[in-house]
């Protein structure tokens, strides 16, 4: 279906996805644009001119005239300034990336967890977000997208609950940094990263992502687009044995008395991860169930010990006739990129056209 856009809908329209063409085509006419978006005329314009006027995409002329007499000219992603940080908050280590408008990594840099209490670990991130900075020259990074770990109120910037630092509490980080550093700053659940690195290859339309390391995080994307919202899909706490374990909240029987003992200061237990394989297998049949999931991403540092259970958890499904599939995932660096990509894209549509 065509879509056209009135020029009264132009503001907050979709300059993403016409960056996005210009990304994955390298170089494109404006006539191309318009085709691939289906936009009209006038919208593609008022675009492209605003993506020129902040310099994200530039314009170069062809070498080969046509037969009107006219250069044609060809758009692409300025690559040479307006770069993005992704960076990955959580108690093992901070993690980053840099990365220019094609969605290019320029660094990657990590470092230690700072201290485990509230001042000494703010300091530790806003020391490691200088470091960074400081090996750019100056303005040339536009915006900062954190992937977070703990409860996160996304649309005010807030890191609501950090469990393993002590004091932390209702964090304003999007307004501390973005008075210290003078970027845009963007605060994520570190699941919606994870899984929105995903959704950038991934052509399957409802997919749901289990991130599991001490505990169970979440994110759920319906007909490709991410479904959010502060405190929603909080499953760890879901009783998926009746009458089963004692959990720290009291209930009896919740998926996350089952997954706290098998990681004890990154060493896994193998009988625990046995007993976790059946409420991990209900979990996984109810969730794909309500969500209609083509796809169940199973990702966190429990999977790096995934041996112990993928046997037993795929029998165990294919016994409740789940037939979803499960992939797991153990390659590092997604929460960083989903981070930066976030950042990218919410800086690009948030352009007052
Ligand atoms: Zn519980």
Redesign the pocket.
Known sequence: MKKYLALEDMVNTNCAMVLDIIQKKGTVSRKEITEISELSWGGMTKIVNKLLEKGYIIETKSDKGTTSGRTPTFLSVNTSRNFIIGLDINLTGLNAIVINMAGTVLENISAPAPQKNYAEFLSGIIDFIREITEQFEENSIISLGIAMQGIVDHKNGISVKFPGVEGWENVPLRYILEKTFGINVFLEHDPDCLLYSHLQYDKKENITLLRIDKSIGMAVALYGKMIKGEGVFEI??NIVVPNGKH?????NG?L??YISPCMKENIVCESETEMLVEPLAITIKNLSNILCSDKIILTGTLMKHKHLFEQQLDYRLKKLACNTHIEFSEISGYAERGAALIALHKSINSLII
């Open positions: 760890a706490h959990c720290i909240c009291g209930q919740c996350q008395a």
